[in-house]
């Protein structure tokens, strides 16, 4: 496979605070690579080296072959496009925000005008153009920031965490479209993720980050095939959980991850085992529900995070849960900090890492 | 309240009878604070993009500085600018005292701080990442930077109009540099000055009601031309 870019030996530092530290990385030409890591661990700080936006203190960067330098960052730019993970708008309508790329490359109008209908109908927001971007709800101005990235059909395309803060259905959007991006157009692409369920789905090879180095690079298989010491210690990851398994008579498995706490799950597991548990399918409640999810848990809230259109807490039932519910939910439930909840999910909806 | 009213009437008296006089000060008015703003827009921009897209050292002091200058009073300034420009001050032999240039100057150098800090201001309030959003899409160093202008721009506007505002309605430096002379450097604020001291208070009310609805006139007119909506809104109004 070809080589597209390469890091070698790169180090960057904000003052002096060492952000990445001798990271060697090979980009491979047509895969999706994931970085996985926690917040702070250096992944945006990497992308952004990756879109030669950020000059490294030490090291080299070569694209197709050629290194990267201060004379020819400004033309290799155009080799790339970066998708930041907090969505950045122009104050204007969809379709200038997404033809300005292509008018900064000085594209004739036609052609302006026909790939930027092309890229609204591949992120499903046909007849966008006229609205003010802006005034779009999250997931929508978030798709809107992929097609403004799409429309140049760069080489590399940097994602940061690109479904981070969006609900299901407009997350599940942009995931189908980097899928079809990579497999119909070939496009490179670079994904910082921490949601390790995504980071298992969608690309070729996964790259564990932390504290600004590489500390394990494979594919998918290879880096969820086997439980790493690595892997299992992002903690800071939400709800991941390391405990120990058992399987139960019935045949379901329950880990006992700690502090009280066992979950139960829809797999057969034996001994130390990793798991993890999507923030979108938990349930909150006030009060105690009965349904058929087999694990259902007391706790109070924590932390609570504004995601825009979504709200995301933190509940400490023995160990601390990530849920993620709508704006509108989080209002009438009148939630605040030290709540008491309990959040239900299934066995079902949890997976071993 | 008489007064008042005789001044009203005045007003319109000058306004329609096409007074040469008045129409002469009128003109100077905007032309030297146009002109002053003009300037002052052109060298305080660059500095105001300066001060919000860079960080460097001393970079708080000199925002402190800018915004401290905002409170100067005009007659120090002109005071000052009357000293470097006399015959004997350092840039007396521009011959520029006394004349519609001094004036110009004086006036853009008063309204500086006040353009650059608000300006700046507006310039902070983009988003940070928004240059380096530019630079992805392909847009080079100062094509990114008219970007965040560009994204600014409400408050930039803001800052140039305010800037006029004050440029037009300041008295210490047209005084002391302009030296108020009759159809020459006599603009509106001077002629209000000389013509309360002489007690023809209605042709002074005159001109502070024309240069109140010059000020209001030409705010209106950026409202309108940034929201053409307002003039909708106007229309609908009930009769």
């Known amino acids: 496979m070809t080589v597209l870019a390469e890091l070698r030996n790169l180090t960057q530092c904000f003052g002096s605070r060492i952000v990445l530290e001798n990271l060697t990385l090979q980009i491979q030409e047509g895969e999706i690579l994931a970085l996985l890591g926690p917040n702070g661990s250096g992944k945006t700080t990497l992308l952004k080296v990756l879109a030669f936006l950020l000059k490294p203190k030490s090291g080299e960067i070569k694209f197709q072959d050629e290194i990267v330098t201060d004379k020819n960052s400004e033309r290799m730019r155009l080799q790339s496009a970066l998708v930041f993970q907090k969505t950045v708008l122009f104050s204007t309508s969809v379709f200038n925000n997404v033809s300005y790329g292509l008018k900064m490359r000085k594209m004739p109008k036609a052609v302006i005008e026909e790939e930027v209908r092309k890229a609204l109908k591949l992120v499903k927001l046909e007849g966008f153009e006229k609205r003010s971007a802006k005034r779009l709800s999250g997931g929508e101005q978030q798709r809107v920031a992929l097609a403004r990235a799409l429309v140049l059909k760069t080489r590399l395309l940097l994602l940061d965490e690109p479904t981070a803060n969006l609900d299901p259905k407009n997350a599940s959007i942009i995931e189908e479209v980097i899928v079809t991006v990579n497999r119909e157009l070939k496009t490179t692409i670079v994904m910082a993720t921490h949601n390790m369920f995504q980071a298992k789905a969608i690309p070729h090879r996964v790259a564990l980050i932390d504290q600004g180095r590489i500390t394990e690079i494979g594919t998918s298989a290879d880096i969820f095939g086997r439980l790493s010491r690595n892997l299992a210690s992002f903690a800071a990851v939400d709800n991941t959980f390391v405990g120990i398994a058992r399987i139960t008579d019935t045949g379901t498995t329950i880990v006992d991850v700690g502090n009280g706490v066992q979950i139960e799950a829809a797999l057969q597991k034996q001994g130390e085992t990793s798991i993890f548990i999507s923030p979108q399918d938990i349930i909150l409640s006030k009060n105690q529900v009965t349904s058929s999810a087999r694990n259902v848990f007391k706790g109070r809230i924590i932390q609570i995070s504004d995601l825009g259109s979504l709200v995301k807490l933190t509940v400490d039932i023995g160990k601390p849960f990530v849920v993620q519910i709508t704006k509108r939910s989080f209002g009438e439930m009148e939630l605040n900090l030290e709540s008491e909840v309990f959040i239900v999910f299934k066995a079902s909806s949890v997976q071993a890492i | ?239």
Do not use: C, H
């Open chain 2, 1 to 239: 309240m008489n007064q008042i009213l005789d001044g009203i009437v005045r007003a319109l008296q000058l306004i329609f009878s096409g007074d040469p006089t008045v129409y002469g000060v009128v003109y100077r008015s905007l032309l030297f604070s146009g002109v002053a703003t003009i300037l002052a827009v052109l060298w305080a921009t660059p500095i105001a993009m300066l001060l919000g897209l860079k960080d460097f050292r001393g970079k708080s002091i000199i925002k402190g500085f800018f915004t401290t200058l905002i409170g100067l009073p005009t007659v120090a300034l002109g005071l000052f600018l009357w000293l470097i420009l006399s015959k004997a001050g350092p840039l007396g032999f521009l011959g520029l005292l006394y004349t519609p240039g001094a004036i110009i100057l004086g006036e853009a150098l008063l309204v500086t701080p006040l353009i650059v800090s608000i300006a700046t201001n507006a310039i902070e309030a983009v988003d940070p990442e928004m240059m380096n959003l530019a630079k992805t899409l392909g847009a080079s160093e100062s094509q990114a930077s008219i970007a965040v202008l560009k994204e600014a721009i409400n408050g930039i506007i803001f800052s140039n109009v305010a800037g006029f505002n004050r440029a037009i309605a300041e008295l210490g430096v047209a005084l002391m540099v302009g030296g108020n002379l009759a159809g020459f450097t006599d603009v509106l604020t001077t002629n209000i000055s000389t013509l309360t001291a002489r007690a023809d208070f209605s042709t002074a009310i005159a001109l502070a009601i024309i240069l109140l609805v010059i000020v209001f006139g030409i705010n209106l007119i950026i409202v309108i031309a940034k929201n053409p909506q307002v003039l909708l809104a106007l229309g609908r109004m009930p009769q």
